[in-house]
């Protein structure tokens, strides 16, 4: 029978395509693309021409059964979304569940993913980490997001859009301790990569007076405050007060 093939695809630097993913995408009956166009404008740049079917977040639902039912009649599917993993904050998710439940043989290739890109230069210890993914829109739903990542005793990550980091990050410095170390990861791979690293505060002053401009990958680093440890001392004077009040 069929199989399915998760494909990552660069995140900016066309290079960063591999050679198995090239052969995959090539020898696919079907790509499955999450935007065509843009898709079709990648392929043609690294050569590859081959049948493609839109696969989105809108029609995953519709077309996920179609899908299978090609590869149950024997075609390899390759699945790619815009840029870096499928699956990762990109559709792909229910396709993978469906192969599963109908044994369909499901081949993940490795490749380029913006969070492992952005956690690996971060500097922050990367075990353990959490990957968020997008935050919710609203500050409010935000804050308790930055709440566990403040109490977090490994790297937090997240993906902002750049019109809207700013405003997150305000959100974020009123939560999180003012001199806690983060990264703002810009425009990996690309030609205007940059880090800017410093304290929740200074990172985010620096964005509310230059507008962040590309993508952005977040991270904070590990909690690593102490666990406050009283002295046998302190302990006793403690028990002793606890004993006068009563
Ligand atoms: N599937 C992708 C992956 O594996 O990283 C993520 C897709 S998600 C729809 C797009 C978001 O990923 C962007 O808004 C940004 O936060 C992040 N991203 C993607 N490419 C990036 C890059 N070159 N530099 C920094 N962040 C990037």
Known sequence: SGKLYLVPTPIGNLEDITIRA??????????????????????????????????????????APELIKLMQDGATIAEISDAGMPVISDPGYILVQ?????????????????????LIASGFDAQPFTYYGFLPRKSSEQKPYFKQMSDFRGTSIFYEAPHRLAKTLKTLASVLPADRQMVAARELTKIHEEFVRGTVSEVSDYFAENAPRGEFVILISPNTEEAKQLSWKELIALVNDLVDQG
């Open 22 to 63: 090239k052969k995959v995408l090539t020898n696919a009956d079907y790509i499955a693309a999450e935007d065509t166009r843009t898709s079709g404008i990648l392929l043609e740049k690294i050569g590859v021409h081959n049948r493609m079917i839109s696969f989105h977040k809108y029609n995953s639902k519709e077309r």
């Open 98 to 118: 469906e192969c599963i439940k109908n044994n369909i043989p499901v081949v993940p290739l490795p490749g380029p993913s913006a969070f492992a890109t952005a």
